[in-house]
């Protein structure tokens, strides 16, 4: 079983900024994809970066140059580091995971945390 921890959200004024974290723990063997997604109230869950085995990346449009995804392998963590932030990016973040276990592939999504930004 594979378990998601965040962490790192809270309540921020625009402009300013957070790192969200994300370790992964327990039977893994190998991680494909590490991913950011959040839900706004009201809103679909969005994908809002990631990161793959080949530290290739990918951002949502509306997060491109004020965002970063990094992941350390050795620790099966991701970070997002958010900058500039503003109110629209008011959500619930989730990690979500893509790896190899014992019992094959599995896709793990975290609890989620919540990152509010004040006008």
């Known amino acids: 079983q594979v378990q998601l921890v965040e962490s790192g959200g809270g309540l921020v004024q625009s402009g300013g900024s957070l790192r969200l974290s994300c370790a992964a723990s327990g039977n893994i063997f190998s991680i494909y994809v590490m991913s950011w997604y959040r839900q706004a109230p009201g809103k679909q869950r969005e994908s809002v970066a990631s990161?793959?085995?080949?530290?290739?990346?990918n951002y949502a449009d509306s997060v491109k140059g004020r965002f970063t995804i990094s992941r350390d392998n050795a620790k099966n963590t991701v970070h997002l580091q958010m900058n500039s932030l503003k109110p629209e990016d008011t959500a619930v973040y989730y990690c979500n995971v893509q790896c190899r276990t014992g019992q094959g592939y599995v896709e793990v999504w975290g609890q989620g945390t919540l990152v509010t930004v004040s006008s």
């Open positions: 990161t793959n085995s080949g530290d290739s990346t």
